[in-house]
Every structure is written in C-alpha cells, then in structure tokens.
C-alpha cells in the first residue's frame, strides 16, 4: 500500500477524539512518527504532546518534536528601538482572527530565502482552516491604511502559543504584529511561545533554545492551565 493511499485510509479523529503519539524522547532526528492525517483531532492531540506536522507536498505526513526547541518566554521579550519606535508611531493596527484563512494563503505565498517552496501545501491550508473552527489555530494581523499588510498563525492551547509562520507585505508589519501580540499574550497569562526551530527573527526578540526535555516539562506544567482573559492588542 502506498503512504498517500494509508493517510487516506487513516480514521478521522474529531476534536474530542485523543491519539498518543510514540514518545518524543525517543527520537534522536526529531521525526517522531510519519503518515495519519490532518484531522482536528489528530492536530490537537499532537500538540498537546509537543509535536506538530512538517512536511513538503510529496512527502509523507512528518510529525516532529526537534531537540532543541526554539521558544519565547514573554517576560523576556526584547524590541529593539528602532521597531519601538514604529510602535509608537502607530503606523499599523491590528487584530487578533479578523481574516484567518488569508493570512495563512499569505504565509504560504511568501518568499524565504533558500527555500524553493513551501511547506505549507494546499492540505496544511484546508486542516489549519478547519482548526480555527475548531477554536484552536489563530491568526494575528497588521493593517495599513485598511490594508492587509502582514502577520502570522499559529495554535493557542492553554497557555502556550504554538508560532507557525508569518508573511509581510511591508517592513515591520509582521514584527510589529509578534511584539504586540507577545505583549498582549503575556498580560492575557500567557508562558510559553513556541518556534519550534531557531530563527534570526524571533531570536532578535528575545527566543532561545531549550531542550527538548525542558520544553516537555513546560507543557505538563502550562498546558492543563487555563488562560485566564482575552487578549486585547
């Protein structure tokens, strides 16, 4: 049976449906498992154990859990003063789910240095689409003079946001956008922002690598905790 063909034939899991992955300790290339589907249920169940999908439009479903983690601790948040400075100019608004579905089509059309594609294929759009239903994927907005101008969408469980990718039209809009919602976050009693993998633009902001290990313990911890308000940007 071919992988395509054993996805297609993997059961559907609603959101109140639970699937335990194997044992992200055990992985020593951060691949955890390959194959399932998208289904709100097996997403869930995935990050509620630290794991999330990754992978390019011929591949197999690739489900990873990468050691070291690369994260955000609110409190330790940097902006520097040049994007304080736009901050404080009010050149953007912005706005927490306003347009979900056209962030993540403008996450998936943006152009990153030395990647030829994206990762975020037609199939990652329609199951992340179906995750906001559900509650669980948000998108974060930045708006110039009425226009769409960046942003970015992730997962929000408990108190941990789960960062997915941005996208920007104008310089600074999407940074704009992650320091305002960082800030807003931690007043809302948020802990933990997940990048699961280093960047320069997060770790310009303050993000770091942990282990795998901490970053699991941090869930057991976070995770089952309500976030108590909404969050106001």
């Known amino acids: 049976m071919s992988e395509k063909k054993a996805e297609e034939d993997f059961p559907y899991f609603s959101i109140d449906q639970f699937l335990q992955f194997p044992n992200p300790e055990e992985s020593e290339s951060g691949v955890i498992v390959s194959g399932g589907n998208l289904s709100p249920g097996m997403l869930l169940s995935a990050y509620l154990q630290g794991i999330f999908p990754w992978f390019s439009d011929d591949d197999p479903i690739l489900w990873w859990c990468p050691d070291p983690r690369f994260?955000?601790?609110?409190?330790?948040?940097?902006?520097?003063?040049?994007?304080?400075?736009?901050l404080n100019q009010k050149v953007f608004t912005f706005s927490i789910d306003a347009c979900f579905e056209k962030v993540i089509k403008a996450c998936a059309r943006q152009n990153r240095p030395g990647q030829d594609s994206t990762w975020i294929t037609d199939e990652m759009i329609d199951a992340y689409?179906?995750?906001?239903?559900?509650?669980?994927?948000?998108s974060i907005e930045a708006w110039k003079d009425g226009e769409l101008v960046g942003g970015f969408y992730g997962v929000c469980i408990g108190s941990v946001f789960y960062g997915e990718s941005m996208f920007a039209t104008v310089d600074n809009a999407s940074k704009a956008a992650f320091c305002t919602f960082v800030q807003a976050f931690k007043n809302a009693g948020g802990k933990l922002i997940d990048s699961q993998v280093y960047t320069d633009h997060v770790a310009r902001f303050g993000g770091r690598n942990i282990s795998r290990s901490a970053f699991l313990r941090y869930l057991g911890e976070y995770l089952p905790q309500k976030l108590y308000g909404a969050i106001n940007l």
């Open 71 to 86: 994260v955000l601790f609110p409190e330790e948040l940097h902006v520097p003063k040049s994007l304080r400075r736009v």
């Open 129 to 138: 689409c179906d995750f906001y239903e559900e509650g669980f994927a948000h």
